[in-house]
């Protein structure tokens, strides 16, 4: 009677251990293309203000290698709908798109490389969006080091983009557009507020290798009446991140979510 005891007790514990170890990978869903690249070898803890829903997807005019059976650009369909700028202004419309097989060097792996028939910032899944021209802001200044703020209006209130973080070295360095200042920065944190509203953290970052965050565009993409934002964030100089901030998604009296995210690697 014992040894039945025994056994049942060592099924039940091992079929536990087996449905966490299911129930895992799904809590991993957002990191799993970076796991698989060796890019992160932790998994952050988020909190349920940054945890990403599945109503978005979002990709780049630009190449990714194959993952096993899996490529991100697999998800791409004629119902995408693709950000791009015309002329001085902002439409979302209809994606227009081939898709080519290459090859890295690198990596050893094959690829697949969306080309774009737009001057398209990004590329979006999701059939709430509608399509037409979307009001935007013009960008001063795309990098808001640590101390310095950004204010802009949009509609009729105003909003700042305030930077906190520790600068570690600063030099000049040469870009397409001339000399300008990087500096070394880690522990970077930006905030949104806007008049008579709390102040929001919505970006966060512990260290960057040879990169900085890069404010892309603000526009009203989900039509709200509100600005969204898109921010490149590259934590490597191996890597291009991007991040799509809708202000439809906040919740909790925040200005902004994160509603989706796309990291591209090209390391060896």
């Known amino acids: 009677m014992k040894k039945i005891i025994l056994i049942f007790l060592s099924l039940a514990v091992i079929i536990s251990c087996k449905d966490k170890a299911q129930e895992t990978p799904k809590k991993l869903i957002k990191y799993h293309k970076e796991i698989q690249s060796g890019r992160k070898s932790t998994v952050p803890k988020l909190s349920p203000d940054e945890v990403i829903t599945a109503d978005f997807r979002i990709l780049l005019p630009k190449e990714y290698r194959d993952l096993g059976n899996e490529n991100e650009v697999n998800e791409l369909t004629n119902n995408w709908l693709d950000l791009h700028q015309k002329n001085g202004k902002y439409y979302l419309g209809k994606a227009d798109y081939t898709i080519s097989i290459g090859y890295s060097e690198c990596s ?4 697949r490389i969306i080309n774009s028939k737009y001057n ?6 999701n059939s709430r969006l509608e399509a037409g021209e979307v009001k935007a802001v013009t960008i001063e200044k795309n990098k808001i080091w640590p101390k310095e703020k950004l204010k802009f209006r949009f509609g009729n209130e105003e909003y700042t983009l305030r930077a906190e973080g520790k600068v570690l070295s600063s ?3 040469h870009t397409d557009n001339g000399e300008e200042i990087y500096q070394n920065v880690k522990d970077y944190k930006l905030y949104l507020s806007a008049h008579n509203s709390p102040e929001t953290l919505f970006l966060e970052e512990e260290s960057f ?3 900085f965050v890069e404010l892309l565009f603000i526009g009203d993409i989900d039509r709200d009446g ?3 934002f898109i921010f490149g964030a590259n934590r490597d100089y191996e890597e291009e991140r991007v991040i799509l901030y809708l202000s439809s998604q906040a919740k909790n009296g925040k200005q902004i979510k994160k509603a989706a995210e796309v990291a591209i690697q090209f390391d060896c």
């Open 108 to 111: 050893g792996d094959s690829t």
């Open 120 to 125: 398209t910032i990004l590329l979006l899944g």
């Open 171 to 173: 030099e000049k360095v």
């Open 209 to 211: 290798n040879d990169t």
């Open 226 to 228: 509100k600005p969204d």
